[in-house]
C-alpha cells in the first residue's frame, strides 16, 4: 500500500462502497483507499439486513433520498454488469403494506398524509381493499393499510458485492486492516494510521479526507480521531421461515401493527425452496456488539403474528436464524457531513436500519460534498453530526 491517498474511506460495506463508486465518477485520476476489516463481511449490517427498499418516510429529504434509490435499484443488476460483475439483486417492486388497526390508526393515518404531502407515492387502501388485493391476509382487525406500490425488496449480499465490484472496476483500491488513528496536522486531518490484516506493523496513508463510513463501529472510528459520535450498536434478529407450500401469491414486504414484519424469499433455481423472512425490532434492546441469535424471538413474538395474519400457511420449520447489528442514533436518523471540530473528517454512518436504502443517496451527496464543495442534490445539512449537540435532532415518525 502507498503513502497516500486523495480519499481514505473506512468502511467497504454498502455506504462506503457506494461513496466509492460516486467519488471515482467525479475524482478520476485520484487515488481513493477503502479500509474495510473484514473482507468476507461475515458481520456486516448491510449483508445481514432484511433486504427491504421503501420510500415511506415523513420528511421530505428521507423520501427524496429513497426514491432516488428506488430508481437505483430499479437498474442495479444492469449497472453491475457493465463493470463486468453479474449481480442478481433482483430488486423485486411489490410493495410495502403498513396495516393499521385499533391501537395505530390515527398515528397511522396521520403518517400517510404526511408522507404524501412530502412526496412519497403511497396509497391508503380499505379493509376491503387490503384483503381483495392481498389474498390470504387475515384483515378481522384492520382498519386500512397505507401501501407504496414502488416499494419493495432485494438481495442485500448481492448489493453489498455488486457495488464493491462497481468500485473495484474503476480503480478503488480495497485494503483489509483495521483503522487505528485518524491523523491530525495544522488542525485538520492528515490521514489513518491501518493495522493491517497481512503484514507486520502499522502503515499511515496520507490522506486529507478521511470518510468514517463504519457502520455499526463508526463510533470507535470517531473515537480514533479524538471524537465522540453518537452511534450504538444494538442487535437485531432476522429468520427465514421453510414453508409446506409456496406462498398463494406475491406479496409485498408486510409490516403488522405490532412491529413484526415479513416479505417473500423467492427461490432462485427449481430446486430451490420458497422461504419467508421475519423480523421485529425490540425498543428496550441493550446497546452492544451481540451476534447471539436468541430463537426464543421467533417462537414468543413474531412467529404467533404472522400465523394469525396467514392461518391457512403452513410453516414448516426454521431455514436459519441469525443476528445483526443496527447502528443506532438518538433520533435514528443518519450522520452525513464533515465535523465541524475536524475539518476533512466526513462521516457518513448512524443509519438506525435504513442504510440500504439510503446507500445510493448518500454515496451521491457525500461524493458532492468530497469533490464539489457541498452536497448539490440533497440538503443533507439536517442530518449534520453535531446536530444534537446544537439540540436540533431530525425529527420523521416514519422510522421503524
Avoid at 455488486?162 to 478503488?172: E, F, K, Q, T
Avoid at 485538520?188 to 479526507?209: F, I, L, M
Amino acid at each position: 500500500m502507498g503513502d497516500a491517498a486523495a480519499v481514505v474511506i473506512v468502511g467497504g460495506g454498502v455506504i462506503g462502497s457506494s461513496i466509492a463508486v460516486r467519488l471515482r465518477q467525479r475524482m478520476r485520476d485520484a487515488r481513493i483507499v477503502v479500509v474495510e476489516r473484514d473482507p468476507t463481511y461475515a458481520r456486516a449490517s448491510s449483508r445481514l439486513a432484511t433486504g427491504g427498499i421503501r420510500q415511506q418516510y415523513e420528511s421530505p429529504l428521507n423520501v427524496a433520498m429513497a426514491q432516488y434509490g428506488i430508481a437505483f435499484y430499479r437498474r442495479f443488476d444492469e449497472l453491475t454488469a457493465a463493470s463486468g460483475h453479474r449481480s442478481r439483486a433482483w430488486f423485486r417492486q411489490r410493495g410495502y403494506l403498513f396495516l393499521a388497526d385499533e391501537g395505530n390508526a390515527e398515528r397511522l393515518e396521520k403518517r400517510y398524509e404526511t408522507q404524501r404531502a412530502s412526496g412519497a407515492h403511497v396509497e391508503r387502501l380499505s379493509q376491503r381493499e387490503v384483503a381483495d388485493r392481498f389474498a390470504g391476509l387475515a384483515t378481522h382487525d384492520v382498519q386500512f393499510g397505507v401501501f407504496g406500490a414502488e416499494d419493495g425488496y432485494l438481495d442485500p449480499r448481492e448489493v453489498l458485492l455488486g457495488l464493491r465490484a462497481m468500485a473495484s472496476s474503476s480503480g478503488v483500491e480495497y485494503v483489509h486492516g483495521t483503522v487505528t488513528e485518524v491523523t491530525r496536522a495544522g488542525g485538520r486531518v492528515s490521514g489513518v494510521r491501518v493495522a493491517q490484516a497481512e503484514g507486520d506493523g502499522e502503515h499511515e496513508v496520507a490522506a486529507p479526507v478521511v470518510v468514517n463510513a463504519a457502520g455499526a463501529y463508526a463510533a470507535a472510528v470517531g473515537t480514533a480521531a479524538g471524537l465522540t459520535l453518537p452511534i450504538d450498536p444494538v442487535r437485531q434478529h432476522l429468520f427465514r421461515l421453510a414453508l409446506e407450500e409456496p406462498f398463494p401469491c406475491r406479496i409485498p414486504m408486510v409490516f403488522d401493527p405490532d412491529g413484526t414484519h415479513w416479505r417473500l424469499d423467492d427461490p432462485i433455481s427449481a430446486i430451490d425452496a420458497e422461504t419467508l423472512v421475519i423480523g421485529r425490532s425490540r425498543a428496550q434492546e441493550p446497546v452492544g456488539e451481540n451476534f447471539e441469535c436468541d430463537h426464543a424471538r421467533l417462537e414468543e413474538e413474531m412467529l404467533p403474528t404472522f400465523l394469525r395474519r396467514y392461518p391457512e400457511v403452513q410453516v414448516r420449520g426454521v431455514a436459519d436464524g441469525w443476528a445483526g447489528l443496527y447502528e443506532m442514533t438518538p433520533d435514528h436518523n443518519a450522520l452525513l457531513g464533515e465535523h465541524p471540530a475536524l475539518p476533512g473528517f466526513v462521516t457518513a454512518a448512524g443509519f438506525s436500519g435504513h442504510g440500504l436504502m439510503m446507500a445510493p443517496a448518500t454515496g451521491l451527496a457525500i461524493a458532492e460534498l468530497i469533490a464539489d464543495g457541498r452536497s448539490r442534490t440533497f440538503d443533507v445539512g439536517p442530518l449534520a453530526v453535531d446536530r444534537f449537540e446544537r439540540g436540533q435532532p431530525f425529527v420523521d415518525g416514519a422510522l421503524v
